[in-house]
């Protein structure tokens, strides 16, 4: 895409940035096939390669942004699937998040909405804010229908969406160190987050159990926000602010005792922790801070995937289709198929139902001269279908079964 940037505009980064972001979209549209918005309303302007069109123009002509554009860049979800199949790479994420504070330091929003954007910044990214915000939530969720009448459709829905019980978090708050259960194979901090420790716990409480289990001891620098929420609504400074916050508290137990990972349970905190690096390129005091935090941060599945677990005792022998669509018809919805009949011989085949839904390894070379083969028809003890399913329920305080405890 061909750009008309001054050099004076050039001279700014972010502008400088946007302008190599632009540079590279080819209008090939391949981008509308994965938008929610687009594929939803249908309006080339909801969609990534029409609102790159509205911010190269507000941002080529420096002019304020209007309700038109504010419209359908507010309309985009940052869900970023246009990234994931963009072939020539666009770095839209960086565009609209530039564009986003453009339109915050440009536009005047109608009262209403600078009213509850205010509320969300100031709420959302506080844990105790954001509790007792739910909890006085619940005593209106019974006026959310004369909200909507009144117009105020955004508080409706949200006092819809407020659950009717708040999960106890087991983990605690502040500084938290959780031992590991037997010799430490390393060491990781792990961010809480400000929505998950309220609306879920268990995530971060389960996280915890599992690597401590394993050998990890897992610290918990510092209660707060990671700076996502704020940086999504605009408002760069706080956004960069909760940053620094997070990189001090990271960079403290980084120069002690060292860490292997920084470990994120939650996508989105897992992108702007990511994003550090860029966020903070031009802060000479925070950029080589910030860029190795970036590094060194991880979602969760990232890092259990190089620890090379040990496996439980293994299944004797892969589902069948039924033993699979019984065990899925359980765990939706608590009850098994009414055809499924648990006596049914594994061996006896009825076109694929029957069959393990694995490839079976070839046989040895005993199992050819008549050994007892252990599998379908083998006749070893493990030839009887198996259920055999660990859940965690995500009781207890969270190092009660690593056997570590939070100081």
Same mark, same amino acid.
């Given at each position: 895409?061909?750009?008309?940037?001054?050099?004076?505009?050039?001279?700014?980064?972010?502008?400088?940035?946007?302008?190599?972001?632009?540079?590279?979209c080819v209008h090939c549209g391949f981008c509308t096939a994965t938008c929610p918005t687009y594929v939803l309303l249908g309006d080339e302007l909801d969609s990534p390669r029409g609102r790159i069109y509205l911010i190269k123009d507000m941002l080529e002509n420096d002019r304020p942004a209007t309700?038109?554009?504010?419209?359908?860049?507010?309309?985009?979800?940052?869900?970023?699937?246009?990234?994931?199949?963009?072939?020539?790479?666009?770095?839209?994420?960086?565009?609209?998040?530039?564009?986003?504070?453009?339109?915050?330091?440009?536009?005047?929003?109608?009262?209403?909405?600078?009213?509850?954007?205010?509320?969300?910044?100031?709420?959302?990214? /506080?844990?105790? *804010?954001?509790?007792? !915000? =739910?909890? &006085? @939530? #619940?005593?209106?969720?019974?006026?959310?229908?004369?909200?909507?009448?009144?117009?105020?459709?955004?508080?409706?829905?949200?006092?819809?969406?407020?659950?009717?019980?708040?999960?106890?978090?087991?983990?605690?708050?502040?500084?938290?160190?959780?031992?590991?259960?037997?010799?430490?194979?390393?060491?990781?901090?792990?961010?809480?987050?400000?929505?998950?420790?309220?609306?879920?716990?268990?995530?971060?409480?389960?996280?915890?159990?599992?690597?401590?289990?394993?050998?990890?001891?897992?610290?918990?620098?510092?209660?707060?926000?990671?700076?996502?929420?704020?940086? /999504?609504?605009? *408002?760069?400074?706080? !956004? =960069?602010? &909760? @940053? #620094?916050?997070?990189?001090?508290?990271?960079?403290?137990?980084?120069?002690?005792?060292?860490?292997?990972?920084?470990?994120?349970?939650?996508?989105?905190?897992?992108?702007?922790?990511?994003?550090?690096?860029?966020?903070?390129?031009?802060?000479?005091?925070?950029?080589?801070?910030?860029?190795?935090?970036?590094?060194?941060?991880?979602?969760?599945?990232?890092?259990?995937?190089?620890?090379?677990?040990?496996?439980?005792?293994?299944?004797?022998?892969?589902?069948?289709?039924?033993?699979?669509?019984?065990?899925?018809?359980?765990?939706?919805?608590?009850?098994?198929?009414?055809?499924?009949?648990?006596t049914r011989p594994r061996e006896q085949e009825d076109g694929n139902r029957h069959r393990p839904h694995e490839p079976q390894e070839e046989p040895r070379a005993d199992e050819e001269r008549g050994g007892n083969a252990a599998g379908p028809g083998g006749g070893g003890d493990d030839d009887a279908?198996?259920?055999?399913?660990?859940?965690?329920?995500?009781?207890?305080?969270?190092?009660?079964?690593?056997?570590?405890?939070?100081?």
């Amino acid at each position: 895409m061909q750009t008309s940037f001054t050099l004076a505009q050039l001279a700014d980064p972010d502008t400088a940035e946007a302008d190599r972001i632009l540079r590279a979209c080819v209008h090939c549209g391949f981008c509308t096939a994965t938008c929610p918005t687009y594929v939803l309303l249908g309006d080339e302007l909801d969609s990534p390669r029409g609102r790159i069109y509205l911010i190269k123009d507000m941002l080529e002509n420096d002019r304020p942004a209007t309700a038109e554009v504010v419209k359908h860049i507010d309309r985009c979800l940052s869900c970023l699937a246009c990234m994931t199949t963009c072939p020539s790479g666009v770095h839209y994420m960086h565009l609209v998040d530039h564009a986003r504070d453009h339109i915050e330091r440009t536009y005047t929003r109608p009262l209403g909405d600078r009213l509850l954007r205010a509320i969300l910044a100031r709420v959302l990214p /506080h844990n105790s *804010r954001f509790r007792r !915000a =739910l909890s &006085a @939530a #619940r005593l209106g969720k019974p006026f959310a229908r004369l909200f909507a009448g009144l117009g105020f459709n955004p508080v409706a829905a949200m006092l819809r969406l407020a659950p009717d019980r708040l999960p106890v978090n087991t983990t605690g708050r502040g500084r938290r160190r959780f031992s590991p259960a037997g010799p430490r194979r390393g060491r990781i901090a792990l961010l809480d987050g400000c929505v998950g420790p309220v609306l879920a716990p268990s995530i971060n409480a389960a996280a915890i159990r599992l690597l401590t289990r394993h050998g990890i001891e897992v610290i918990v620098a510092e209660d707060g926000c990671c700076g996502a929420l704020v940086h /999504h609504l605009g *408002r760069e400074q706080e !956004a =960069l602010d &909760a @940053a #620094r916050r997070r990189i001090d508290a990271w960079t403290a137990e980084l120069e002690g005792e060292g860490l292997d990972a920084i470990l994120v349970t939650a996508s989105g905190c897992g992108t702007m922790v990511k994003d550090y690096g860029h966020l903070l390129r031009t802060d000479s005091a925070y950029a080589d801070k910030a860029a190795r935090v970036s590094r060194l941060t991880m979602d969760i599945s990232e890092y259990l995937s190089r620890l090379k677990l040990p496996t439980t005792r293994p299944l004797p022998n892969p589902f069948t289709y039924d033993e699979m669509e019984a065990f899925l018809s359980f765990i939706q919805t608590g009850r098994l198929p009414t055809d499924y009949d648990a006596t049914r011989p594994r061996e006896q085949e009825d076109g694929n139902r029957h069959r393990p839904h694995e490839p079976q390894e070839e046989p040895r070379a005993d199992e050819e001269r008549g050994g007892n083969a252990a599998g379908p028809g083998g006749g070893g003890d493990d030839d009887a279908p198996v259920f055999e399913v660990c859940i965690d329920g995500g009781g207890g305080r969270a190092s009660d079964n690593a056997g570590g405890a939070a100081e």
